[in-house]
């Protein structure tokens, strides 16, 4: 079993910044790949970004490239979303998970596996 805590959370203004952390206990998971998701109110989930802690490689959804960076410290169980220039359509929940299933598309909000309990970022214009 996994825990995921995300934290980080809170209100800005249109054009600041955020970092959010997930942190995560139980079973070992320094091979794990791990994925950020949002949903904002009225919204399915969508996919964020992407990090293979094994090899450091990242993934992210299109519209968001350039102002997140997805990022992981091993040493800590930790990963992190850096968010710049953040825009009033970027609030929503924020979790992070771990995942995908082998075999899985990375910005399948269903293959992955051991959710936290989310974040909340609103970005006031």
């Known amino acids: 079993q996994v825990q995921l805590v995300e934290s980080g959370g809170g209100l800005v203004q249109a054009g600041g910044s955020l970092r959010l952390s997930c942190a995560a206990s139980?079973?070992?998971?320094?091979?794990?790949?791990m994925g950020w998701f949002r949903q904002a109110p009225g919204k399915e989930r969508e996919f964020v970004a992407f990090i293979s802690r094994r090899v450091g490689s990242t993934y992210y959804a299109d519209s968001l490239k350039g102002r997140f960076t997805i990022s992981s410290d091993n040493a800590k169980n930790t990963i992190y979303l850096q968010m710049n220039n953040l825009k009033p359509e970027d609030t929503a929940v924020y979790y992070c998970?771990?995942?995908?299933?082998?075999?899985?598309?990375?910005?399948?909000?269903?293959?992955?596996?051991?959710w936290g309990q989310g974040t909340q970022v609103t970005v006031s214009s």
């Open positions: 998970a771990v995942g995908p299933r082998l075999g899985y598309d990375i910005v399948d909000v269903t293959a992955y596996d051991y």
């Open positions: 139980g079973r070992t998971f320094s091979s794990y790949a």
